[in-house]
């Protein structure tokens, strides 16, 4: 039984979605207003998955998922938001999250993205992919001083994350470029690895060079 | 008069404040240079009258140059007071002394309607006024020598210096306001998408789910606040983007085509706005739209359609795909070849006018997808808002 954690200042809401897990058979550990609350209940109750709310009150979701990423927790977060804040999806997924639902998403694909996370596997929406693909095109359009050692995609992936950005669902990205559904789903997984792996670098980077300027 | 001119005046009357004090000074030299030297002049009564009327005109034109009165008349009668002033000297003066190169009657004061000049008209006005003034000066001359050769020269230089800061305060006070307001409108917006989102969106988003789950009429009205909810969702997406362009005249194609979303359409755009000039924009969006109704025709309205942007080597890349049944290789050339011109042939026809092209893809039975490509070489740098 996978054990699930709601954070979401909207009572409303995070009570219907707990309700949903539920009843599906889930295990819904713990609920949280606000980032605080979700920070301390994780470190409390280790949930598998967290589905969290990026506009909570402070800390807000992106700065969850950091802290949740600097402790090495292994509590998969997938983002569900309402607003579709893109540089905060963006922020999210390059500070760990493992994917990103909007929350008109129907119950079964809220379903099957919370077990597909549980499993170690990446939600993407085509929205997300054209982030992710506008991210990577930002860092290779970058100067060099500005984003050393920035990730490259490589061609495969570049194909890959396109087709999913078109809507295309993994089984059919599969047939289209004769892979394996495993292949496709560890091409887009790598392409998310490697942004959160350069963020993670950044970030220490930045902490190195704030701690030489002190 | 709205707030950006308002700040380019208070620019210029900080400028003109400076010059009436640059007048005075230049004024006070004037006076004390000819009374120094007034048994020198050839009429030195008729000096002492021009000297007073150069002090009383100081006066009266610092007063002409408050905002209330500035018009261009001002500039043109100061200029003509002054050159009187300064071509007097071949009155005053002995033929010794003009050939001498001593000060003009006027000195240094002419200095100031040139600097006005500048301020006005920017560089070109400063230099058209240094020529006028150095021409009245040269001509009356018998000869020119090093001394008049550095007046013009410091002249020139300095018109051209007043003239460009002039300009460039102007621009950046200008910018300045605009930056303000931008960034009042921002965080207003904010306030407002946070506010709709927290209510509104949650409530919208839950109704649809519930409405499916339920089913019968309850699947209609959460069907329509889906669409609501996704309507409102963009307008707040691309409001927090703050996408507002300085120039009026650019639109940022992501926030353009996000516009398109709904419940069979999704979007996906890179986070950062790609600015281009709103006719192209326009055309893009245009064609886009024809894809999907493409979609429609052929594949009917359940059809699913899929929109994403790219940019990179130089170019943008729309691609509209599609889950419908697809066209199949060779039909379009055959419509064209029939004198049929479809909506294939409008999108090729919108996209060959933006000096780029419209592919069908093959997908091997994916449904359809367009892929619009447009070079960017000619448009406008991307403004980096992040």
New interface residues.
């Given amino acids: 039984m996978v054990r699930v954690m709601v954070v979401d200042?909207?009572p409303?809401?995070r009570e219907?979605v707990a309700r949903d897990l539920t009843e599906a058979g889930l295990e819904v550990v713990a609920t949280a207003a606000n980032g605080t609350e979700a920070i301390n209940r994780v470190l409390a109750t280790r949930p598998e998955v967290l589905l969290l709310d990026l506009?909570i009150p402070a800390p807000d979701g992106v700065e969850v998922t950091a802290t949740l990423t600097q402790r090495g927790l292994d509590t998969k977060v997938l983002v569900l938001s309402?607003?579709?804040?893109?540089?905060d999806v963006?922020d999210a997924v390059k500070a760990g999250a493992s994917g990103y639902l909007?929350?008109?998403a129907?119950?079964e694909a809220l379903l099957d993205a919370v077990q597909a996370v549980a499993r170690g596997e990446s939600v993407f929406?085509?929205?997300?992919?054209?982030?992710v693909?506008?991210?990577y095109?930002?860092l290779?359009?970058a100067p060099p001083t500005d984003e050393p050692d920035a990730p490259r995609l490589t061609d495969r992936e570049t194909e890959v994350l396109?087709l999913v950005?078109?809507?295309?669902t993994y089984k059919?990205i599969a047939?289209?470029l004769v892979l394996s559904h495993r292949t496709v789903q560890n091409h887009v997984q790598n392409t998310l690895r490697k942004l959160q792996l350069h963020n993670r670098v950044e970030l220490v980077r930045y902490a190195i060079e704030r701690g030489l300027d002190d | 008069m709205d707030r950006a001119t308002r700040a380019a005046q208070q620019v210029d009357d900080q400028f003109y404040r400076v010059l009436t004090v640059l007048r005075a000074v230049t004024l006070v030299y004037a006076v004390g240079i000819n009374a120094a030297r007034w048994r020198d002049f050839e009429h030195p009564g008729a000096a002492w009258v021009l000297i007073g009327v150069m002090v009383v005109w100081s006066g009266v034109v610092t007063w002409l140059y408050e905002p209330r009165h500035r018009a261009t008349w001002v500039f043109i009668v100061d200029m003509a007071i002054t050159l009187a002033l300064l071509r007097s000297t071949e009155y005053t003066h002995t033929d010794e002394m003009l050939a001498a190169h001593t000060f003009t009657l006027t000195t240094y004061w002419v200095t100031t309607v040139v600097l006005c000049w500048a301020v006005r008209w920017g560089v070109t006005g400063g230099l058209l006024a240094t020529a006028i003034v150095q021409s009245v000066d040269v001509t009356m001359r018998p000869s020119v020598n090093s001394s008049t050769v550095g007046n013009i020269f410091l002249m020139v230089l300095a018109a051209m210096l007043v003239g460009y800061c002039a300009h460039a305060l102007r621009v950046a006070a200008v910018r300045r306001v605009e930056a303000e307001r931008l960034a009042a409108t921002a965080a207003e917006r904010e306030r407002l998408?946070?506010a709709?989102?927290?209510g509104v969106?949650?409530?919208?988003?839950?109704v649809?789910?519930?409405g499916?789950?339920i089913g019968g009429d309850a699947a209609e009205l959460g069907r329509l606040a889906?669409e609501q909810?996704?309507a409102l969702?963009?307008l707040?997406?691309s409001r927090?983007?703050g996408e507002v362009a300085l120039d009026g005249e650019l639109t940022d194609l992501g926030q353009a085509l996000d516009q398109l979303a709904g419940p069979k359409v999704?979007?996906?755009?890179?986070?950062?706005p790609l600015m281009l000039p709103s006719d192209v924009a326009g055309e893009i969006v245009d064609a886009v739209r024809a894809c999907l109704s493409n979609s429609i025709i052929h594949g009917g309205v359940d059809t699913?359609?899929?929109i994403?942007?790219?940019?990179?080597d130089g170019r943008l890349v729309v691609?509209v795909?599609d889950?419908g049944p697809g066209i199949p290789p060779g039909r379009l050339e055959q419509a064209e070849s029939e004198g049929r011109l479809g909506v294939a042939t409008s999108i090729k026809g919108r996209l060959r006018d933006l000096g780029g092209t419209a592919e069908l893809i093959d997908?091997?039975g994916?449904g359809c997808?367009w892929e619009l490509c447009v070079p960017l070489e000619q448009m406008p740098p991307v403004p980096q808002k992040?």
């Fill in positions: 200042d909207h409303l809401w219907g506009n309402a607003s579709g804040e893109q540089q963006l909007v929350k008109s129907s119950r929406t085509p929205g997300l992919a054209g982030l693909l506008g991210e095109r930002r290779s359009e396109r950005a078109k809507g295309l059919q047939e289209r | 998408a946070r709709v989102h927290d969106l949650q409530v919208l988003a839950l649809q789910r519930r499916a789950e889906g909810e996704l969702r963009s707040i997406q927090a983007r999704s979007v996906a755009t890179p986070s950062r699913s359609a899929w994403l942007l790219e940019t990179g691609s795909r889950d997908t091997a994916q997808e992040r």
